[in-house]
């Protein structure tokens, strides 16, 4: 959704579903909590945070230190060893 009065869309992401936006740092990360009033119900989590990190292996190191619960694009290089760490791994053929 993009509000149409908003000068800086691209700073101040609105949205619409079970959660809200409360934090916003461009780049960086992301925070929303649970709308309470959502028309089908509540979501299962009160809260949730969307790091932004290009980089592959900073990912996995997130995922391995458990900073991270869940990681896109991880190193192809080392899905192997994630594999091994019992870490599950959903991939589709592009």
Not at 46 to 53: L, R, S, V
């Amino acid at each position: 959704m993009v509000d149409v009065d908003e000068k800086d869309i691209d700073k101040k992401p609105i949205g619409t579903g079970p959660f809200k936006i409360s934090s916003f740092e461009p780049g960086v990360e992301l925070k929303v909590e649970r709308f309470e009033k959502y028309w089908d119900g509540k979501a299962k989590l009160e809260k949730a945070t969307f790091t932004f990190n290009e980089d592959a292996n900073a990912r996995q190191m997130a995922l391995q230190s458990e900073d991270a619960d869940i990681i896109f694009r991880p190193p192809v290089e080392n899905l192997e060893k994630l594999k091994e760490e019992n870490v599950k791994i959903e991939s589709v053929p592009t």
